[in-house]
Nanobody
Framework: QVQLVESGGGLVQAGGSLRLSCATS????????LGWFRQAPGKEREFVGA????????YYPDSVKGRFTISRDNAKNTVYLQMNSLKPEDTAVYYC????????????????????WGQGTQVTVSS
């Protein structure tokens, strides 16, 4: 089992950047595919990116592609979400998620695919 703790959220002006971190404990993060999701008030949880166990494979929706980058540091058991060129519509609570699996090149894009979740960190982008 793994525990996930997000940090790095805050208030930023449009066009600015933030880097979110998701620290993991328990089994090493290298055993998991990892994803980031966000949820704004009154909206469903939305996929914003995922990274497979094999670091070379990342996935993003069109809404964030070219602006958000996922990376992982297995030695630090941490996954990151670098967010650039932020927009007011990026405002949401951001969650990291994990699923342990043997496959190296697979990562899900839906919330139900993941087994473990962090508590979330608020990101607010002002116009």
């Amino acid at each position: 089992q793994v525990q996930l703790v997000e940090s790095g959220g805050g208030l930023v002006q449009a066009g600015g950047s933030l880097r979110l971190s998701c620290a993991t404990s328990g089994r090493g993060v290298s055993s998991y595919a990892l994803g980031w999701f966000r949820q704004a008030p009154g909206k469903e949880r939305e996929f914003v990116g995922a990274i497979t166990r094999s670091d070379g494979n990342t996935y993003y929706p069109d809404s964030v592609k070219g602006r958000f980058t996922i990376s992982r540091d297995n030695a630090k058991n941490t996954v990151y979400l670098q967010m650039n060129s932020l927009k007011p519509e990026d405002t949401a609570v951001y969650y990291c998620a994990a699923r342990e699996l043997n496959l190296l090149l697979v990562a899900g894009t839906t919330p139900t695919w993941y087994d473990y979740w962090g508590q979330g960190t608020q990101v607010t982008v002002s116009s």
